[in-house]
């Protein structure tokens, strides 16, 4: 779990099949990563209910959306979720509660 995400599932080459991978592999680093802080089950659960409901609801291989659109809306998640992740280590220096062993926001 060395790569992350974004360098192991880049948007370029995503497709309905490899969305499926992506979703395993994120559900567990997930677990590991809850592990590593004390926490058990995922870090966000209510996202990972959310994204398991959607794809029982609608398996990726019966999706009608183009290649280029899953690329483009997956590519936008990346964005956020790093934009996020940033608002939350700013948001922790702000309030001072940041170990200095944490990541630093500069990407």
Excluded: C
């Excluded at 794809?55 to 483009?72: C, S």
């Amino acid at each position: 779990m060395s790569r992350t995400l974004r360098n192991q599932h880049p948007a370029d080459r995503l497709t309905t099949d490899r969305i499926q991978r992506v979703y395993s592999d994120l559900t567990q680093r997930s677990g590991v990563y809850a592990g590593e802080l004390g926490m058990s089950g995922q870090l966000f659960p209510e996202t990972e209910r959310l994204l398991t409901d959607a794809f029982a609801d609608a398996p990726p291989k019966t999706w009608n959306l183009p290649v280029e659109d899953l690329r483009f809306f997956y590519a936008l998640g990346l964005a956020y979720g790093s934009d996020a992740r940033n608002q939350a280590f700013n948001l922790m220096d702000a309030l001072g509660v940041r170990d200095d062993d944490e990541e630093s926001t500069d990407d």
